[in-house]
């Protein structure tokens, strides 16, 4: 049997064959590898060098395109990051800025590159509000209906086309189904009325009625067939305050919202404590489109159990805010002991305030943009189906008035908690959603 060397690292018990130790210098294998590694680590950190591709660049446009094109993945090479994030560049774009944007996109669209194309005409309707009338075409050229969102705003001529291939296309019937709901005009309300009073035949093919997609586009029908938006255009981002800044203020002193504060009451169900998501001045200038006559809304609920059902509070607009008699758990029973009501993400409240300029109403309407979402009024950012529960006195369909990024809590947090509102029945209503 031949004789087995012990390998020459410190520390390290492994043996190997003499004719391994000739080649790696008498080190086992591991060791050798771990050496190659670090010399490595140790060449990259003395010869990479910084490389600025914006360099010289002023013009929007062409940043943009530096910012969507894919990176050579070097390590030699550290990519020095533009000073402003996309959405922000986006958010600048004059209107020809926007268009010569368009152009690259559907030049991408025709080259094949559908992952660029779509995240540029996305983020030209979410951070610019821009129409993609001039688009739209070639899209249906190539029987792309997705996402919805490009649609919105879409002419006449458009949507008509689109009402006829929603007859017709059985295939892409539910795209088609998103596009008009995103286009939502006169017309599109009336066909949706009329196929609420008498569905057309392919009606049963689909999961749920036709006209409940217009909550895809942000709105309903009421009893009476009348469009009924159901979030507010008005938008604020709900932002991280900068470390000059002090911590947050009573609403007293000027601050028009709170964020994560505790709640007097426990969740009947698992008995954790409540939470109050957002605790609104709504006398506030800037949340006077919200259109509610008071001093205070607090939207609250169990951060737990409304993770698998819609919590329903009893409010005023005088700060009240109690459990409502109206819930009724639907799905999975929770049951926590009392170590784990783990409070401290309501510590993280302290560091969120409002931004101190609206945004676009779509800013965070496309969930996998990657901006922060976490905003007060504003179209939502759905990571699932459009859900706006229906009130629990009433019935109708629940005003959206904000949400929060569970990312933007915790280090590992994941989910978006939406908060929505029957102003005339005095009820709010949250409920989670994540990948």
């Not at 020459?8 to 043996?15: K, N, V």
């Amino acid at each position: 049997m031949t004789e087995r060397l012990p390998c020459r690292s410190d520390g390290c018990s492994a043996t190997i064959l003499p004719a391994t130790a000739a080649k790696t210098g008498g080190y086992c294998m591991p060791c050798k590898q771990e050496m190659e590694r670090k010399e490595r680590q140790r060449y990259i950190e003395a010869h990479r060098r910084d490389v600025d591709l914006f360099e010289g660049i002023t013009d929007p446009v062409e940043v943009l395109k530096i910012m969507h094109a894919p990176l050579k993945r070097d390590p030699l090479i550290r990519y020095i990051p533009y000073p402003r994030k996309r959405e922000e560049v986006y958010s600048t774009l004059s209107p020809a800025e926007a268009q010569r944007m368009v152009t690259i996109a559907l030049d991408l669209l025709e080259a094949g590159d559908e992952d660029t194309y779509q995240d540029i005409l996305v983020s030209l309707v979410c951070y610019q509000n821009t129409s993609l009338e001039s688009c739209i075409k070639a899209l249906m050229e190539h029987d792309i209906y997705y996402p919805g969102i490009l649609f919105k705003d879409a002419s006449a001529d458009s949507r008509d086309e689109l009402l006829q291939r929603v007859e017709h296309d059985r295939d892409n019937r539910n795209h088609l189904l998103l596009t008009l709901a995103w286009i939502g005009d006169d017309q599109v309300v009336r066909q949706f009325q009329e196929w609420r009073s008498d569905p057309p035949s392919w009606a049963k093919e689909l999961y749920v009625p036709p006209e409940a997609y217009a909550q895809e586009g942000g709105w309903g029908i009421t009893k009476k067939g009348s469009k009924r938006d159901l979030f507010y255009h008005e938008s604020y981002a709900i932002e991280k305050r900068l470390l000059s800044e002090t911590p947050r203020l009573a609403l007293s002193n000027m601050e028009p919202a709170e964020f994560l504060t505790e709640h007097s009451a426990c969740c009947p169900w698992c008995r954790s404590s409540l939470t109050t998501l957002v605790d609104l001045d709504i006398s506030h200038p800037k949340l006077q489109f919200l259109g509610l006559s008071g001093e205070r809304l607090r939207v609250s609920t169990c951060v737990n159990c409304s993770c698998y059902d819609t919590i329903y509070m009893d409010v005023d607009f005088h700060g009240k805010s109690e459990w409502s008699q109206a819930n009724s758990r639907q799905g999975y029973e929770l049951q926590l002991d009392s170590d784990e009501d783990d409070r401290s993400y309501t510590a993280a409240g302290q560091s969120l305030r409002l931004a101190d300029n609206p945004r676009n109403s779509y800013y965070a309407a496309y969930w996998a943009l990657g901006p922060t979402v976490s905003q007060i009024g504003g179209y939502p950012a759905w990571i699932q189906d459009a859900v706006y529960p229906p009130c629990s006195c009433c019935s109708q369909s629940m005003t959206f008035i904000g949400q929060l990024d569970w990312e933007q809590i915790e280090e590992y947090g994941e989910g978006i908690y939406y908060m929505f509102l029957c102003a005339d029945c005095q009820v709010t209503a949250t409920l989670f959603q994540q990948t």
